[in-house]
């Protein structure tokens, strides 16, 4: 089972990095505000494949204690604690040379949900449901 | 023609002239100032920062400085507090949307300078001195002070709070000659 499901938490980790990165270039090319000094590239891959691999061993050791009702418990408590998350983005105090801080909370937000997105999407393929 | 005409004319001209030489050198606000404010638990920049300074090293008397900081121009680093920092709960940046000082008189002190003159902020004119320093550089110079307000004299904010009442302020503004 952690075989599977780490290799399903680095594909959509990195699925929802990549997807995080084209909707930063989305968001910028509209709004034209540019947080790549906070959020780059790397960071946003980076935090992605974080946010999968969590997932993944997550998912595993609910799996094992918790069994049939692992999944329930792991779906509830992934998108919980991607919704918990969002209070970063929205606390954070950007450094005072960005000009726009308002605008920050509605690029990073969605990129919260990303990792969770792309692991209920990707997990039929990776695991089947019991 | 009057026969007091030209003579008048000569001598005003004459005293235009001097106070040419007399008035202290302008000075040019450039790139890179650097307007900040700190408290206990907020802190934060005004971006557009305008205004003319007179001033001259050797006779800082004749000086004078007239700036305004746009207060929606405010910067915490949070939209939240930005936005917090604008209302009527604090500056108020729709009904005092300017930050005005205005110097009366600039003396030399023992570690720089001391300009005194009349803050108007959220509705109220106050007479306020701080120390200053005056770095010149190759291309200008650069103003630099840091001092304290203290908020609850401008009505700004309730009394109290989680916001210290005693707001510092560090300057720094480098400037070419005009």
């Given at each position: 089972?952690?075989?599977k499901?780490?290799?399903?938490?680095?594909?959509?980790?990195?699925?929802?990095?990549i997807?995080?990165?084209?909707?930063?270039?989305?968001?910028?090319?509209?709004?034209?505000?540019?947080?790549?000094?906070?959020?780059?590239?790397?960071?946003?891959?980076?935090?992605?494949?974080f946010?999968g691999?969590?997932?993944?061993?997550?998912?595993?050791?609910?799996?094992?204690?918790?069994k049939?009702?692992?999944?329930?418990?792991?779906?509830?408590?992934?998108?919980?604690?991607?919704?918990?998350t969002?209070?970063?983005?929205?606390?954070?105090?950007?450094?005072?040379?960005?000009?726009?801080?308002?605008?920050?909370?509605?690029?990073?937000?969605?990129?919260?949900?990303?990792?969770?997105?792309?692991?209920?999407t990707?997990?039929?393929?990776?695991?089947?449901?019991? | 023609?009057?026969?007091?005409?030209?003579?008048?004319?000569?001598?005003?001209?004459?005293?235009?002239?001097?106070f040419?030489?007399?008035?202290?050198?302008?000075?040019q606000?450039?790139?890179?100032?650097?307007?900040?404010?700190?408290?206990?638990?907020?802190?934060?920049?005004?971006?557009?920062?305008?205004?003319?300074?007179?001033?001259?090293?050797?006779?800082?008397?004749?000086?004078?400085?007239?700036?305004?900081?746009?207060?929606?121009?405010?910067?915490?680093?949070?939209?939240?507090?930005?936005?917090?920092?604008?209302?009527?709960?604090?500056?108020?940046?729709?009904?005092?949307?300017?930050?005005?000082?205005?110097?009366?008189?600039?003396?030399?002190?023992?570690?720089?300078?001391?300009?005194?003159?009349?803050?108007?902020?959220h509705g109220?004119?106050?007479?306020?001195?701080?120390?200053?320093?005056?770095?010149?550089?190759?291309?200008?110079?650069t103003?630099?002070?840091?001092?304290?307000?203290?908020?609850?004299?401008?009505?700004?904010?309730k009394?109290?709070?989680?916001?210290?009442?005693?707001?510092?302020?560090?300057?720094?503004?480098?400037v070419?000659?005009?």
């Open positions: 089972m952690m075989k499901s780490l290799a399903l938490g680095i594909i959509s980790g990195l699925l929802a990095g997807a995080g990165v084209i909707y930063a270039r989305l968001y910028y090319s509209i709004n034209e505000a540019d947080f790549s000094p906070v959020v780059s590239t790397v960071k946003i891959i980076t935090a992605s494949l946010g691999v969590l997932a993944a061993i997550g998912y595993t050791l609910l799996d094992r204690w918790l049939a009702r692992g999944e329930i418990v792991f779906n509830l408590l992934f998108t919980l604690i991607s919704f918990i969002l209070l970063g983005p929205i606390a954070v105090r950007l450094p005072r040379n960005i000009d726009t801080p308002e605008l920050f909370p509605g690029m990073v937000i969605p990129m919260h949900f990303f990792p969770a997105l792309a692991w209920f990707l997990k039929p393929i990776f695991i089947k449901s019991k | 023609m009057n026969k007091f005409f030209y003579p008048a004319a000569a001598v005003l001209i004459l005293a235009g002239s001097a040419t030489f007399l008035a202290a050198p302008g000075w606000i450039t790139e890179g100032y650097s307007i900040s404010f700190s408290s206990d638990d907020a802190g934060g920049i005004f971006k557009d920062f305008k205004g003319s300074l007179l001033f001259d090293e050797q006779n800082p008397g004749a000086g004078k400085f007239d700036v305004v900081m746009d207060v929606a121009s405010i910067n915490t680093g949070n939209g939240l507090q930005n936005k917090h920092a604008k209302s009527d709960e604090w500056f108020d940046a729709a009904k005092y949307p300017q930050i005005h000082f205005v110097s009366k008189s600039i003396v030399r002190t023992a570690s720089g300078y001391q300009v005194t003159g009349d803050l108007d902020m109220v004119k106050k007479a306020i001195s701080f120390p200053f320093t005056f770095k010149k550089t190759a291309l200008g110079g103003f630099a002070g840091s001092f304290m307000i203290n908020r609850n004299d401008f009505n700004i904010g009394p109290g709070g989680d916001v210290g009442e005693q707001i510092k302020l560090d300057i720094n503004v480098p070419t000659k005009i």
